[in-house]
């Protein structure tokens, strides 16, 4: 049977920023029913005419609690995530409903090697699996490939750069060079690696993005059917 989702309400409990333009909320959601590292939740608006707006959002914590992390990309042209971003305070309470999703998702079960590839905010789900790794105390080997403008908008950049452990990060910067000396440039063939094995892609991000490095991966000789991928335009996940 499927599970009817109901929504509820969540209070921040905690904000931080991330870069300029993005901002993880901790919400305290009560009775959460826990989630699957790569689902989604989403988050409804009411303004006082009534008027409701509704985007859904990646979950970035692992699932080992019952506190929920959305990490959340200003859109210039944005209804929900301007206020998410710059107007929410601790104590404020939303509406919440999840979560949702079970196909983008990862099993701490599994020891197959994990290939994460995100362009921008599309970190988000990836975060959230690499952290549910730990949580397990997998042993599986993971590499994220995460493609930004400049490292000053690379999200959760201080706990990827630490480097967390049996966790590769190599970073595509768009606009400047990487730390790792990396040139300037898009995501490229070499960026990936030819597959020894089978592999699990999880691929997030723009929908240009996510189709070129889906072509990409199938190029090198990844198994098509090992490849998941989640994609977002103007108002969708992250």
Known sequence: MVRR?????????DARQETPTARTLVLDVPDWPGHLAGQHVDVRLTAEDGYRAMRSYSIASAPDGGRVEITVQRLVVGEVSPYLVDGVSVGDRLELRGPVG????????????VLLIAGGSGSVPLIAMIRARAAAG?????????????????????ELQSQPDGVDVSLVLTREESPAGRPAGRLRLD???RPRGPVDVYVCGPTG?????????VTLGYDEARIRTERFGGGGRP
């Open 5 to 13: 989702l109901a929504w509820q309400t969540a209070q921040v409990v």
């Open 102 to 113: 079970g196909w983008f998702v990862w099993d701490p079960s599994s020891r197959i090697p």
């Open 138 to 158: 997998s042993s599986a080997r993971f590499r994220l490939v995460y493609s930004a403008r400049t490292l000053a908008d690379v999200l959760h950049a201080d």
């Open 191 to 193: 960026d990936l690696g």
């Open 209 to 217: 993005f996510v189709e070129s490095a889906a072509t990409m991966l």
